[in-house]
């Protein structure tokens, strides 16, 4: 389902009212991301995963990230 621009503009409205007193990052990150992407209409299930796994080159160890969202880098 396609949002419209007032929906995610209130969806973004909501969003910014429950979060504006989170002070745990650990405890409200997974949360906070699921409802990040639902602003949009977007299930974060879909279109990324938590605590992927990922290698890094320069030490060839591996770390998790927060968030992954494949084709998504920057």
Do not use: C, P
């Not at 389902?1 to 009212?17: C, E, G, P, V």
Request: charged residues 30%; hydrophobic residues 40%.
């Amino acid at each position: 389902m396609t949002l419209s621009y007032r929906d995610i503009k209130n969806n973004a409205h909501q969003f910014i009212i429950d979060y504006d007193n989170a002070v745990k990052e650990n405890a409200e990150a997974q949360s906070f991301l699921n409802d990040f992407f639902n602003i949009f209409g977007i299930s974060r299930r879909r279109v990324a995963s938590f605590e992927q796994a990922v290698k890094l080159e320069e030490k060839g160890s591996t770390k998790r990230i927060d968030l992954f969202w494949r084709g998504t880098h920057y």
